[in-house]
């Protein structure tokens, strides 16, 4: 692609006028670095061979990309990764970082209940950034795009001293309404999608070393860590006949994120721990020294999905139930309040 | 908003769980910096007393926003804007970096020939940020929303060791196809709308130091580097009579601009700099040392519209002919070659 705010630059200020970029073909040898390759260089590197999502009508190269919305309107989402605060080089690969700072994104728009239909992505890097490290950064965010069903119509490449992603993500929701978090009724069954805790055990594996890493289901939740696999298709393909009343993206804890559900829809949630069992997480709990149940209700980044649904005959195959809707306000365990969701994140 | 991708902070890795945030109830007197304030306080007053625009269906507290796209499809660009490299403190206000922020993107959207819909926003600050800065940039930014017919439907604040602006933002393109840089043809006239040069005046001038800007014509074209005005009803006003062949917005300059529409059009523009001329430049480069043309051929972030019309009677009120489409490749002022658009920006 020639220009645009698709993948091209930011409009770059007088500032960096003294900042000359050194072109590909003024080097014989290939360009290492973002700054060797320059800026168009860069953004064809990131794009070649990439086969663009249907919903994606115009991809990159012009001022603006084009994206469809057959249901006449669009779910969007966006977040922006710091280096060293939302990833740490020295923990996860290019290519990890990419897939997480997608999936993020993406299990957002699904639990809009909506289909990802394209993601535009700005990238801010240090000049002596190696080309293949943005590369391998922008395969990541392909894979999984392609893993949501959708693909990356564009962005913007500009230097920055550190590195830093920001992702918007696009959803179709098709003719259904989208699921709010304010939908559950006392009565409802609370239910999740996916993996909780793993990605916070992840966590505490790496911050202990990497010779704990080693172990075989140590390495299960520091892959989990670095590349979460929300579960899109246990909310795309819920059958028709499921009421489900609230979704959301378990992404700070499940307390805090059902703490939302329980807050927007002015109802209580109590969950049962008898549910929340894992035995992986509590075999490495025991050696580190840590509780299994602090990472399954608060480890954060999880990225699976939390939900209310009518009826206990209404929680699909590929849903845990894990609690239950009842009047009040707050989310409690086994009856009991722990740390209130409200203000959660504050100290988490 | 209680929380979503939309206006919260992103998720947050367990790599911050020892920065604790000091909640604004925990303290007797009025938050002065985010750290006190907190993400959800700094989240609420943001978006303390908006109203959002009419095509954002559902704005910020979920986990995403719904914005309409009436024409089934929708336009889309972003930029990562980055402290010191494409704004500075001491030059420009929290609310001039969040108008230009806004301004930017907006004229990428309406360079498609669409009509600004929404924006989300991510933002990235230290914890020390006073809270009166972010606010005074969400007023910034939310007034040239507005200006643009839009709002903002939500967003993502972020802790970053220094600040950093995404955007993306939305257009409806109506039943009209979108207007590419691609449609030039031999015998178009080149035109433009809006001021060209002055922002890279203002740059100079500031560059210079801040007695120069004391000047009122100085200070005319400081402003407008602070604040880009893009003439968007020049565009979307746009009679239904007038055949515009190819459209894009003037950041990084007429001549690397233009080039990109010579590029993508197969064809070569030939700029005519009788009709570049401008007294106010003139005056300001006389004083400075500098040359007028440069700023207005190289100047950068117009924010200007450069467009093709089929014939000399397609060229509406508003813009300015600036010179004609012939057959070739490049593009030149008064017949003869200067810097080459392509790879212009790795040497501005």
Same mark, same amino acid.
């Given at each position: 692609?020639?220009? $645009?705010?698709?993948?091209?630059?930011?409009?770059?200020?007088?500032?960096?006028?003294?900042?000359?970029?050194?072109?590909?073909?003024?080097?014989?040898?290939?360009?290492?670095?973002?700054?060797?390759?320059?800026?168009?260089? &860069?953004? #064809?590197?990131?794009?070649?061979?990439?086969?663009?999502?249907?919903?994606?009508?115009?991809?990159? $190269?012009?001022?603006?990309?084009?994206?469809?919305?057959?249901?006449?309107?669009?779910?969007?989402?966006?977040?922006?990764?710091?280096?060293?605060?939302?990833?740490?080089?020295?923990?996860?690969?290019?290519?990890?970082?990419?897939?997480?700072?997608?999936?993020?994104?993406?299990? @957002?728009?699904?639990?809009?209940?909506?289909?990802?239909?394209?993601?535009?992505?700005?990238?801010?890097?240090?000049?002596?950034?190696?080309?293949?490290?943005?590369? *391998? &950064?922008?395969?990541?965010?392909?894979?999984? /795009?392609?893993?949501?069903?959708?693909?990356?119509?564009?962005?913007?490449?500009?230097?920055?001293?550190?590195?830093?992603?920001?992702?918007?993500?696009?959803?179709?929701?098709? *003719?259904?309404?989208?699921?709010?978090?304010?939908?559950?009724?006392?009565?409802?069954? %609370?239910?999740?999608?996916?993996?909780?805790?793993?990605? $916070?055990?992840?966590?505490?594996? &790496? %911050?202990?070393?990497?010779?704990? #890493?080693?172990?075989?289901?140590?390495?299960?939740?520091?892959?989990?860590?670095?590349?979460?696999? !929300?579960?899109?298709?246990?909310?795309?393909?819920? !059958?028709?006949? #499921?009421?489900?009343? #609230?979704?959301?993206?378990?992404?700070?804890?499940?307390?805090?994120?059902?703490?939302?559900?329980?807050?927007?829809?002015?109802?209580?949630? @109590?969950?049962?721990? /008898?549910?929340?069992?894992?035995?992986?997480?509590?075999?490495?709990?025991?050696?580190?020294?840590?509780?299994?149940?602090?990472?399954?209700?608060?480890?954060?980044?999880?990225?699976?999905?939390?939900?209310?649904?009518?009826?206990?005959?209404?929680?699909?195959?590929?849903?845990?139930?894990?609690?239950?809707?009842?009047?009040?306000?707050?989310?409690?365990?086994?009856?009991?309040?722990?740390?209130?969701?409200?203000?959660?994140?504050?100290? /988490?």
């Amino acid at each position: 692609m020639s220009e $645009g705010t698709v993948l091209r630059s930011a409009n770059r200020s007088p500032l960096t006028a003294e900042e000359t970029v050194i072109t590909a073909s003024s080097s014989a040898r290939m360009p290492k670095t973002v700054r060797e390759l320059g800026e168009f260089g &860069l953004i #064809a590197r990131m794009n070649a061979g990439r086969t663009q999502a249907p919903n994606v009508l115009l991809g990159p $190269g012009d001022d603006a990309a084009v994206v469809a919305a057959p249901a006449g309107r669009f779910v969007v989402t966006t977040d922006m990764l710091v280096q060293d605060r939302h990833f740490r080089l020295d923990w996860s690969s290019a290519r990890d970082i990419g897939r997480k700072a997608i999936a993020q994104n993406a299990a @957002d728009v699904v639990a809009m209940g909506a289909t990802p239909s394209a993601f535009v992505v700005s990238f801010g890097c240090p000049s002596d950034t190696p080309v293949d490290f943005v590369t *391998e &950064l922008a395969d990541g965010m392909w894979a999984e /795009a392609e893993r949501a069903g959708a693909s990356i119509a564009g962005g913007d490449v500009v230097r920055s001293p550190l590195l830093v992603i920001s992702v918007t993500a696009f959803g179709d929701p098709g *003719e259904r309404e989208p699921i709010l978090k304010s939908g559950a009724r006392p009565g409802d069954i %609370a239910a999740v999608a996916g993996l909780l805790g793993w990605s $916070g055990a992840g966590y505490a594996v &790496l %911050a202990a070393g990497n010779s704990a #890493a080693d172990s075989p289901s140590f390495a299960d939740v520091v892959a989990v860590h670095r590349v979460p696999q !929300p579960p899109y298709a246990a909310v795309l393909d819920l !059958p028709q006949s #499921a009421v489900i009343t #609230a979704l959301t993206d378990v992404s700070d804890g499940l307390l805090a994120d059902m703490g939302h559900i329980a807050e927007s829809s002015g109802v209580a949630i @109590d969950l049962d721990s /008898a549910a929340l069992h894992d035995p992986v997480l509590e075999s490495i709990a025991a050696t580190l020294g840590a509780e299994a149940l602090d990472w399954v209700l608060a480890g954060g980044e999880d990225h699976a999905f939390a939900a209310t649904f009518a009826a206990p005959g209404d929680v699909p195959a590929g849903w845990r139930p894990v609690g239950r809707v009842v009047a009040g306000s707050g989310v409690t365990v086994d009856g009991i309040a722990r740390n209130g969701p409200t203000g959660w994140e504050s100290f /988490a």
